[in-house]
């Protein structure tokens, strides 16, 4: 199957920094790219919708100024973790969207990142 | 609102035993139904996955049943073997956009 890569797998920030993550999808082209978030033993809760060449789409209680959306090319999609503060602290997990052969489409998703921050 | 609901939130098996996860939609638009395997510290990696059209599928240990009248469907893992403890989510969307997880379920295979 398609790889999406995550760089960092882990950071530890001191309050009040920014972090950026990167998300890749290494062997296919990426329309659309989603991001989420994923507390301890919890489900995978979806913060965006990211589209190349065109503004993030954030779910409801996702603060668009703190968490920035970049997706600038089609294998490529940044989350920036703005003024980082401990509550932001989690493990943060990408996914891109695969088209195959007549309409068919699968998503695949990045190892994660674990960001901590202190 | 919870889109996907999954039970149960934790499950014991004995090796060589038969694990069986379910899980229950309203939105009757979904049209694609995956489930994916999530180790701890890595991101979910996909299992198998159906479309509303059949009503199961089977890819080795694996098997998906689906019941369209009744929304719900279920993975099936037989001869569970130590190395499938993970945790496991369904998950449901229609066409290309996101996905809507299950809560999880904690697969635990004792040897």
């Known amino acids: 199957g398609a790889v999406v890569s995550q760089h960092p797998s882990w950071v530890i920030c001191k309050s009040g920094t920014s972090v950026k993550i990167e998300c890749r999808s290494l062997?296919?082209?990426?329309?659309?790219m989603f991001w989420y978030r994923q507390f301890p033993k919890q489900s995978l809760m979806l913060m965006a919708t990211?589209?190349?060449?065109?503004?993030?789409?954030?779910e409801q209680g996702v603060e668009k100024d703190k968490f920035l959306i970049n997706h600038a090319s089609l294998t490529l999609s940044t989350l920036t973790v703005t003024s980082a503060h401990p509550e932001d602290s989690s493990f943060y997990i990408c996914?891109?969207?695969?088209f195959g052969a007549g309409f068919s489409y699968e998503q695949y998703f990045g190892p994660g990142t674990r960001l901590t921050v202190t | 609102q919870q889109q996907v609901k999954q039970s149960p939130q934790s499950l014991i098996v004995q090796k060589g035993g038969i694990s069986i996860i379910n899980c229950a939609y309203e939105?009757?638009?979904?049209?694609?139904f995956p489930w994916y395997q999530q180790f701890p510290g890595k991101g979910p990696a996909l299992l198998i996955a159906?479309?509303?059209?059949?009503s199961e599928k089977k890819e080795g240990r694996f098997t998906i049943s689906f019941n369209k009248s009744a929304k719900q469907f279920s993975l099936h893992i037989m001869d569970s073997q130590p190395g499938d403890s993970a945790t496991y989510f369904c998950?449901?969307?229609?066409?290309?956009?996101?996905?809507?997880f299950g809560t999880g379920t904690r697969l635990t295979v004792i040897p």
């Open positions: 062997d296919f082209q990426a329309t659309t």
């Open positions: 996914s891109a969207i695969s």
């Open positions: 990211s589209n190349e060449g065109s503004k993030a789409t954030y």
């Open positions: 939105n009757t638009a979904f049209d694609y």
């Open positions: 159906i479309r509303p059209d059949v």
């Open positions: 998950a449901a969307r229609v066409g290309a956009n996101n996905l809507f």
